[in-house]
């Protein structure tokens, strides 16, 4: 990969707030350059999406997450693809995974109560006939998202001046 | 009763001879300011990987707590063989010809100690890690400056070397990259001075603790050019590459009777460095390239804000293409570099450190780190573009 290509996206990936200007000043291109790169990895798909983390807890807002692990039988001609579009489509799904191990595919979904949660499995993810079985495990507190630590990082404690 | 005395009579004299640091005075200065942003800290601003600190934490858990072999820890040894032989080619023997040290500090120091003589001349290249100096006087040698210049990009050329090198010279100390001015050295102008040490049978200490932050071209080590590699000890360290300044190891690469000679000075001073260090270490060799490359990504993308930065408020700037310090140029605003610094502290709390402070030739220049996050580096920027913008009414 194009190094400043690299540059820039690892620096949409920490913030994606950061406007071209600066990301031309820290990359040592124009600002045109920047905003046409961007938009060109825009157009290809490799940046898929802007989006914020919240922790949503600050704020007072109590919805739940579980991971659910799926256990699959695939039918003739249709691959893994056919049963993860047809779940991805709900929008209480935050992820679909296929994984390797003992299940096959791992979901985070969301919802305003474990009642919501529990009823959203058992009527719509484990009545689809691929669908063997299903595993809910719920989160009870999320400390990293994506990347990024939900509470104070830590911080380095150095002298204000040294050799 | 017995009489009291005055203590300061049992210093050594060439102890008394040490000339104050610059840094050190500055250090006085800021002391107890609010407020402060500092571009005066020359330590990444990183936290040590957490696999490394991890494996540091494990090692205690386990109880390795002993003293290792003089040399360091066959291991580590192992390991620094295979890595620089993997990124350069270099094949160093690492049971005679590796030596784990506290720090580069110490290498520095028993390097010093093990190759001069009291009145053998040696050659410092300006502006220069403040250390260079003194370590020679403490030895006993005479150090001899030689400086480098903005239009060169503070690169040594063998034209300012050679009138500085007498039938008294032993050694020349480097430090490619450079503290403070981020050059560095093409491998065509290390042919040339390579020339000129063997044609005058000089030793070198070269100090390439900043090997892993280079960030246009590729770092040369000294050591592994044509016949350089017996004249050549390699001081190098863990604390800028993978962030563990408070870890405190370095090590020294070099000829075995170079190598032994420093461990006869280490087993009595040191005796060995931490064996917790030692261990992360080994883990940061085997397992740290990905970390210390997004560290060097991330410095790489400062040093162009610091630099665009620095021109577009007048205070021109060449290009750094090493470690982590821009030295931007502060004597067209009419005051010395110590002056600058101080009233910029004074009046915009940011702490920069006086070129002056590694020597002569670094006057009229800042030392300006950007280890440092790129909030505080704007911010700098803003107060002293503001600074200067007043210097100029």
Same mark, same amino acid.
Request: proline content about 4%.
């Given at each position: 990969m194009?190094e400043?290509?690299?540059h820039?996206?690892?620096?949409l990936?920490?913030d994606?707030?950061?406007?071209p200007?600066e ?14 790169t ?6 290809t798909?490799?940046?898929?999406h ?6 949503w807890d ?11 692990e799926l ?17 991805y489509?709900?929008?209480?799904v935050r992820?679909?995974r296929l994984?390797?191990?003992?299940y ?5 979904v969301r ?14 993810i484990?009545?689809l ?7 809910? #495990?719920?989160?009870?507190?999320t400390y ?6 939900l #509470?104070?990082p830590e ?9 | 009763? @017995?009489?009291?005395?005055?203590p300061?009579?049992?210093?050594a004299?060439?102890?008394k001879?040490?000339?104050?640091? $610059? ?12 407020d402060?942003?500092?571009l005066?800290?020359?330590e ?5 990987p ?10 205690l858990e386990?109880?390795?707590?002993s003293?290792t ?12 063989t ?6 350069y ?9 590796i030596?784990?040290t ?8 028993i !390097? ?8 053998d001349?040696?050659?410092?290249v ?10 020679v006087?403490?030895?006993?040698g005479k150090?001899?400056i ?6 060169d990009?503070f690169?040594?050329?063998a ?13 020349i100390?480097?430090?490619f ?32 603790v ?16 044509d016949g ?14 993978y ?6 190891l370095?090590? !020294? ?10 461990m006869?000075?280490?087993?009595y ?11 992360g ?8 390239k990905?970390e210390m ?7 790489? @993308? ?22 982590f310090?821009?030295?931007p140029?502060v004597?067209?605003? $009419? ?7 101080e009233?910029l502290l004074?009046e915009?709390?940011v702490v !920069? ?17 950007? !280890? ?5 580096? @704007? ?12 210097l100029?009414?």
């Open positions: 194009d400043k290509i690299r820039i996206l690892e620096i990936e920490n994606a707030r950061t406007s200007e990301i031309a000043s820290l990359t040592d291109m124009s600002a045109q350059d920047v905003s046409q961007i938009a060109k990895l825009e157009e798909g490799v940046i898929r802007y989006k914020t983390i919240v922790d600050l704020v007072g807002e109590n919805d739940v997450y579980a991971v659910i256990k699959v039988t695939l039918e003739r001609n249709q691959g893994y693809q056919a049963i993860a579009e047809r779940i489509k709900f929008p209480e992820s679909v994984l390797s191990g003992n096959d595919i791992s979901l985070t919802g305003k109560s474990m009642k919501d949660v529990a009823f959203f499995v058992a009527e719509k484990a009545t006939d691929q669908v063997q079985s299903t595993s809910t #495990h719920f989160v009870l507190k990293k998202e994506d990347g990024v630590i #509470h104070e911080t380095i404690q150095r002298l204000p001046v040294s050799f | 009763m @017995r009489p009291s005395c005055d300061s009579k049992f210093v004299d060439v102890v001879e040490i000339p104050p640091s $610059g840094i050190r005075r500055f250090f006085d200065l800021v002391s107890g300011l609010e402060v942003i500092s005066g800290v020359g990444p601003d990183f936290i040590t957490w696999h490394i600190r991890e494996m540091c934490i494990h090692s386990k109880g390795q707590t003293y072999s003089n040399y360091g820890l066959p291991e580590l040894r192992d390991e620094l295979r890595t620089y032989y993997r990124r080619g270099l094949d160093y023997d690492p049971s005679s010809e030596l784990i506290t720090g580069v500090s110490e290498a520095l120091d !390097a010093v100690r093990t190759v001069v003589n009291p009145g001349e040696v050659i410092i300006q502006p220069s890690y403040v250390a260079y100096l003194p370590s006087v403490l030895a006993g150090p001899v030689v400086s480098t210049h903005r239009d990009e690169s040594l050329t034209e300012a070397l050679k009138p500085a090198i007498t039938d008294k010279t032993k050694a100390i480097l430090n990259p450079n503290n403070p001015t981020g050059a560095i050295m093409s491998k065509e102008g290390l042919e040339d001075i390579a020339d000129l040490v063997v044609e005058n049978d000089l030793f070198v200490i070269s100090d390439e900043y090997e892993c932050l280079t960030y246009e071209g590729k770092h040369v080590p000294l050591s592994s050019l350089m590699k017996e004249r050549t000890v390699m001081l190098n360290g863990f604390s800028k590459a962030a563990m300044t408070g870890l405190r370095g090590f !020294a690469m070099g000829s075995p009777e170079i190598i032994h000679s420093m006869m000075i280490h087993q001073s040191m005796l060995c460095a931490p064996i917790t260090a030692q261990i270490a080994i883990e940061a060799l085997r397992h740290g990905d490359e997004r560290m060097v990504r991330e410095y790489d @993308r400062r040093r162009h804000f610091i630099v665009r930065g620095f021109n577009r408020i007048g205070l021109e700037c060449c290009n750094p293409k090493g470690a310090y821009a030295f140029y004597g067209n605003t $009419g005051l010395s570099s110590s002056e600058f610094a009233r004074d915009k709390k !920069a450190i006086p070129g002056d402070a590694f020597g002569e030739a670094g006057e009229g220049f800042l030392r300006c780190a950007y !280890a440092a996050s790129i909030n505080d580096i @704007r911010k700098a920027l803003d107060r002293m573009e503001d600074f200067v913008d007043r100029k009414q």
